[in-house]
């Protein structure tokens, strides 16, 4: 299974030409696909037209919604932040901490586009849906 973060669906519903929306269109009826609650957040957030909101809700729903934090996570995603600052990184956002560590805990691939998750790939584990050659 395949957790699409927001960063992908932002460059989708935008009409934005990338690697990761190619990738996107590919999977899209040929593979499980996932949304989390804080990436649903993130994405309509960014409509300013009802119309638009409605319509993204509404195909956002049509996926199953995953919980991505409880204390299980939000534990974890701490130690993760503190491993990473350690070594010398600091992740921006905590809330790509908690997706991160989420898809590491559940065993899901997560597809993105956001360089803030190449430390979480590089240094614990997660595993990309896409990544660049």
């Not at 395949?2 to 190619?22: C, E, H, K, M, R």
Request: charged share 20%.
């Amino acid at each position: 299974m395949i957790l699409v973060d927001s960063s992908v669906w932002i460059d989708y519903f935008n009409g934005t030409a990338t690697p990761q929306v190619a990738k996107l269109d590919t999977l899209l009826g040929t593979e499980d696909l996932l949304t989390g609650d804080i990436i649903l957040t993130e994405v309509l957030q960014g409509f300013a037209l009802d119309a638009e909101f409605n319509e993204a809700k509404k195909f956002l729903m049509a996926f199953p919604l995953v919980g991505l934090v409880g204390q299980k996570v939000a534990v974890q995603a701490a130690r993760n932040y503190r491993y990473l600052r350690v070594r010398g990184i600091t992740v921006r956002k905590t809330i790509d901490t908690i997706i991160a560590t989420f898809c590491i805990e559940e065993g899901l691939q997560l597809l993105h586009n956001d360089r803030d998750f190449e430390p979480f790939v590089e240094h614990l584990g997660l595993q990309p849906a896409w990544h660049a050659d």
